[in-house]
């Protein structure tokens, strides 16, 4: 008798289980969604004072270390120094920071600075 409950218990249960499971995983992409675009809103063009999206905002993950670490080092070709935060204009250098953390840990990830603080040649 229990053996045969817990089948016909199962067999009703399943389907509305596996409902939910897919309900829950729509909500969840949802959010997602609604989440990057929030971020999008509090990207480092909206706060250096820029009223429209950079393409660095549509950047994941390792693209976004990329492109900060090809500016640091573009500049440093282009000045022949080791690039300084007024280098740069606002957005770009609140990006960079963002994307690569403070100045000298951003010099360091660009390879431009070894960490006792002297120049990499």
């Known amino acids: ?6 089948a016909t218990l199962v067999r009703r249960v ?12 729509a909500l969840f992409a ?15 063009c909206f706060s250096a004072g820029r009223d429209f999206l950079c393409p660095e ?12 670490v090809n500016e640091l080092v573009r500049k440093s070709e282009e000045l022949k120094r080791l690039p300084r935060k007024d280098d740069f204009d606002d957005a770009t250098r609140s990006r960079i920071k963002a994307f690569l953390g ?10 431009l600075k070894t960490p006792g603080g002297k120049r990499k040649k």
């Open 30 to 44: 949802r959010l997602r969604k609604i989440f990057s675009l929030v971020n999008l809103l509090h990207s480092p």
């Open 1 to 6: 008798m229990f053996l045969w409950l817990n």
């Open 102 to 111: 403070p100045w000298p840990r951003a010099l360091e990830k660009a390879g």
């Open 14 to 25: 399943q389907p509305i289980y596996q409902l939910m499971i897919c309900a829950v995983g």
């Open 57 to 68: 905002d549509f950047m994941f993950g390792d693209d976004k270390e990329k492109w900060a």
